[in-house]
């Protein structure tokens, strides 16, 4: 019995250190290759799941006995090691307690007291987040007060100021399209006064109209007479006068033809004072015959195969406003029709044959 107490000491020693190795050393070993000495299989006893933790305690400096802040004089290995579950070896067979027996040196050496903090477990950290402290917002002072105030009035200043400038703009936008449509009126109302103007020294102006008449000294005889029909009195420049023989007076040129026409001289510094008039040219049945250059023509004449047309134009200026003005011109066109006993003159001819300027 005295070895049996031995090894049931060690297995004691051994599981107060908290070592496996004792266990292990323990399951794997047998008195014959895991066998009893009759030969059979030695039963293994598994170590109990259950074990009670360990209080946590400081690291114990290296070289010293002591924890820091502990009395160096009271420290012992047995205070820091936690109370374990001690199993029973008593029904064990002998096998495993000549196993025990022969893990006797290991275990003194584990129970060691230096050697105990190799063998016990790193304590676990918890890292505990700080949460972000939450800013504190200062009081608000009265000079935070005023200078807030103050940038309100400023604000409120500012849109007071851009409405009242937009106002401005729209005024003086209104004022400028009032006075674009004054100077447009104004224009308007000068070109009408100069029209006005105009018309007035129109009116004013001699006026000479062409008219036929008949001669008082003979009979199928006619004369053309140039009347002032103005407010002014005209003086005659010059005035020239063509006659010619068409089909139809639609048969004349477009424009009448000056350039081989008769100049009456005698009308040349005439003055014609409104209402008073003058003989330009005098036509009649026996100035017929000596304009047709053959019997042959004089027949047709007479058949009205072809007309007679007479035209021509005069030239005058205002006495009034002598120089100032362009001369005007006064244009005529007469048609002489030829019966067999009596004959007629009118005013015929296209338009460019009847011009006043």
Same mark, same amino acid.
């Given at each position: 019995?005295?070895? @049996?107490?031995?090894?049931?000491?060690?297995?004691?020693?051994?599981?107060? !250190?908290? *070592?496996?190795?004792?266990?292990?050393?323990?399951?794997?070993?047998?008195?014959?290759?895991?066998?009893?000495?009759?030969?059979?299989?030695?039963?293994?006893?598994?170590?109990?799941?259950?074990?009670?933790?360990?209080?946590?305690?400081?690291?114990?400096?290296?070289?010293?006995?002591?924890?820091?802040?502990?009395?160096?004089?009271?420290?012992?290995?047995? !205070?820091?090691?936690?109370?374990?579950?001690?199993?029973?070896?008593?029904?064990?067979?002998?096998?495993?307690?000549?196993?025990?027996?022969?893990? /006797? !040196?290991?275990?003194?050496?584990? =129970?060691?007291?230096?050697?105990?903090?190799?063998?016990?477990?790193?304590? !676990?950290?918890?890292?505990?987040?700080?949460?972000?402290?939450?800013?504190?917002?200062?009081?608000?002072?009265?000079?935070?007060?005023?200078?807030?105030?103050?940038?309100?009035?400023?604000?409120?200043?500012?849109?007071?100021?851009?409405?009242?400038?937009?106002?401005?703009? @729209?005024?003086?936008?209104?004022?400028?399209?009032?006075?674009?449509?004054?100077?447009?009126?104004?224009?308007?109302?000068?070109?009408?006064?100069?029209?006005?103007?105009?018309?007035?020294?129109?009116?004013?102006?001699?006026?000479?109209?062409?008219?036929?008449?008949? *001669?008082?000294?003979?009979? /199928?005889?006619?004369?053309?007479?140039?009347?002032?029909?103005?407010?002014?009195?005209?003086? &005659?420049?010059?005035?020239?006068?063509?006659?010619?023989? #068409?089909?139809?007076?639609?048969?004349?040129?477009? #424009?009448?033809?000056? #350039?081989?026409?008769?100049?009456?001289?005698?009308?040349?510094?005439?003055?014609?004072?409104?209402?008073?008039?003058?003989?330009?040219?005098?036509?009649?049945?026996?100035?017929?015959?000596?304009?047709?250059? =053959?019997?042959?023509?004089?027949?047709?004449?007479? @058949?009205?195969?072809?007309? &007679?047309?007479?035209?021509?134009? &005069?030239?005058?200026?205002?006495?009034?406003?002598?120089?100032?003005?362009?001369?005007?011109?006064?244009?005529?066109?007469?048609?002489? &029709?030829?019966?067999?006993? /009596?004959?007629?003159?009118?005013?015929?001819?296209?338009?460019?044959? /009847?011009?006043?300027?």
């Amino acid at each position: 019995m005295h070895w @049996k107490g031995l090894a049931i000491l060690a297995l004691l020693a051994a599981t107060a !250190q908290g *070592s496996p190795a004792v266990w292990a050393q323990e399951a794997g070993t047998s008195a014959g290759a895991g066998q009893t000495t009759n030969g059979q299989a030695a039963p293994t006893y598994p170590r109990p799941a259950t074990t009670y933790p360990r209080p946590a305690t400081a690291q114990r400096p290296a070289g010293t006995g002591a924890y820091p802040g502990a009395n160096p004089g009271a420290y012992s290995g047995a !205070q820091t090691k936690a109370p374990a579950y001690t199993p029973s070896y008593a029904n064990r067979p002998a096998g495993a307690a000549q196993a025990a027996q022969n893990a /006797n !040196q290991p275990a003194a050496t584990a =129970s060691d007291p230096d050697n105990s903090t190799a063998d016990e477990p790193a304590p !676990q950290q918890i890292t505990v987040a700080t949460p972000a402290p939450v800013p504190v917002t200062a009081p608000w002072g009265w000079q935070d007060r005023i200078a807030w105030l103050a940038r309100i009035v400023l604000a409120v200043l500012a849109l007071i100021g851009i409405y009242i400038g937009l106002s401005l703009l @729209k005024k003086i936008d209104r004022q400028t399209q009032y006075a674009e449509t004054a100077a447009q009126s104004a224009a308007y109302s000068a070109q009408a006064a100069l029209l006005h103007a105009q018309a007035i020294v129109r009116s004013e102006r001699p006026w000479i109209l062409v008219t036929v008449e008949p *001669s008082g000294k003979a009979e /199928n005889r006619f004369m053309i007479v140039a009347t002032n029909r103005g407010r002014g009195p005209a003086r &005659i420049i010059s005035a020239v006068d063509k006659i010619t023989t #068409e089909i139809d007076q639609s048969a004349l040129p477009p #424009e009448p033809d000056y #350039e081989d026409a008769e100049t009456n001289e005698s009308l040349d510094a005439v003055i014609l004072l409104p209402g008073e008039s003058t003989g330009i040219k005098t036509f009649g049945r026996d100035d017929v015959r000596e304009f047709c250059s =053959s019997d042959e023509q004089f027949k047709r004449v007479e @058949k009205w195969e072809e007309v &007679i047309l007479l035209y021509g134009k &005069i030239v005058y200026e205002d006495l009034v406003d002598l120089g100032n003005v362009e001369p005007s011109q006064t244009a005529w066109c007469c048609w002489y &029709i030829h019966g067999r006993q /009596n004959s007629g003159m009118v005013m015929a001819g296209p338009p460019a044959y /009847n011009r006043h300027t």
